[in-house]
């Protein structure tokens, strides 16, 4: 099982990003799927996730209204749209899956304001 995540970058706030989550040796729609984050000196915080039946989704208050979750079973890859992007956004970003304990290596957003 892997995580490769990719999409981080720089955006001027107010900007927009969309990070992928491609998943290796499972079926990536069958599970709950997060996405996390973790800034400089802060611990790692969950940001998004999507429930493997349904796919219903659920946010931090912090992000609620900018950012959105969702898979696409063809490519195996989940995704979260980040909209309205602010400086506070800036952090290294993760997914990961709980059932078996798998995080990727991370893809950095760095926010300028």
């Known amino acids: 099982v892997q995580l490769v995540e990719s999409g981080g970058g720089w955006v001027q706030s107010g900007g927009s990003l969309r990070l992928s989550c491609t998943a290796s040796r499972f079926t990536i729609i069958d599970y709950a799927m997060t996405w996390y984050r973790q800034a400089p000196g802060k611990e790692r915080e969950l940001v998004a996730t999507i429930t493997s039946a349904g796919g219903s989704t659920n946010y931090a208050d912090s992000v609620k209204g900018r950012f959105t979750i969702s898979r696409d079973r063809a490519k195996n890859t989940a995704y979260l749209e980040m909209n309205s992007l602010k400086p506070e956004d800036t952090a290294m970003y993760y997914c990961?899956?709980?059932?078996?304990?798998?995080w990727g290596r991370g893809t950095q957003v760095t926010v300028s304001a």
């Open positions: 990961f899956l709980p059932s078996v304990r798998v």
